[in-house]
């Protein structure tokens, strides 16, 4: 079972930016997108980036033209960097891997996050 850490959260004012990273325990992104995810206090997880392995991307609306989703080098780790925040960008973020069967959905164990707060 791939295990993913995510970190690099935290608290950011409004227009700021930040880099989330997601490490995972083996290299599963040779076969697998990879996306973000991001769970609001009352609200449901909502994956609102990802990227496949030939580096394409797509974004929700909400966060186009200012989130980046990326890869590292060692195929084992992607990245989220975050500009223009939002208070309404306030969430735990989470990172996954990604199969499609009529939509998306994660099949990876969840990590445990890590919580942006962005200040108005």
């Known amino acids: 079972q791939v295990q993913l850490v995510e970190s690099g959260g935290g608290l950011v004012q409004a227009g700021g930016s930040r880099r989330l990273s997601c490490a995972a325990s083996v290299s599963i992104f040779r076969i697998n997108p990879m996306g973000w995810y991001r769970q609001a206090l009352g609200k449901q997880r909502e994956l609102f980036a990802l990227i496949t392995s030939r580096g394409i991307t797509n974004y929700a609306d909400s966060v186009r033209g200012r989130f980046t989703i990326s890869t590292g080098n060692a195929k084992n780790t992607i990245y989220l960097q975050m500009s223009s925040l939002k208070p309404e960008d306030t969430a735990a973020y989470y990172c996954?891997?990604?199969?499609?069967?009529?939509?998306?959905?994660?099949?990876?164990?969840w990590g445990q996050g890590t919580q942006v707060t962005v200040s108005s």
């Open positions: 996954n891997a990604l199969s499609y069967g009529n939509g998306w959905y994660p099949f990876g164990s």
